[in-house]
């Protein structure tokens, strides 16, 4: 089992940019595919973004992509998320999750649970 710490958000203008960190403790970090999953109040989880274990293979929800860049670094355990051209719709908590499968398969997991997240605010 993985712990997971979101960090990076905040308060941005339209059109401005961020970009989340997200540390991941346990000595098999590189066999995971990784993912980002945001919630604005009153809405279902949403699918941002998912990478392979070995960053090769990237796949991004429809409102952010062109816009948003998933990338991570396994000798640090971290993943990313570059946040460019933000809109008030971007708004919402982001949160990283891990898992064995695919990253393709990221937007049907039913992962057990989630960590605290990072809030992001933008501001029109």
């Known amino acids: 089992q993985v712990q997971l710490v979101e960090s990076g958000g905040g308060l941005v203008q339209a059109g401005g940019s961020l970009r989340l960190s997200c540390e991941v403790s346990?000595?098999?970090?590189?066999?995971?595919?990784m993912g980002w999953f945001r919630q604005a109040p009153g809405q279902e989880r949403e699918f941002v973004a998912a990478i392979s274990w070995t960053g090769a293979n990237t796949y991004y929800g429809d409102s952010v992509k062109g816009r948003f860049t998933i990338s991570r670094d396994n000798a640090k355990n971290m993943v990313y998320l570059q946040m460019n051209n933000l809109k008030p719709e971007d708004t919402a908590v982001y949160h990283c999750?891990?898992?064995?499968?695919?990253?393709?398969?990221?937007?049907?997991?039913?992962?057990?649970?989630w960590g605290q997240g990072t809030q992001v605010t933008v501001s029109s």
């Open positions: 999750n891990a898992d064995f499968r695919s990253a393709r398969s990221f937007p049907d997991i039913d992962f057990p649970s």
């Open positions: 346990g000595r098999t970090f590189s066999s995971y595919s």
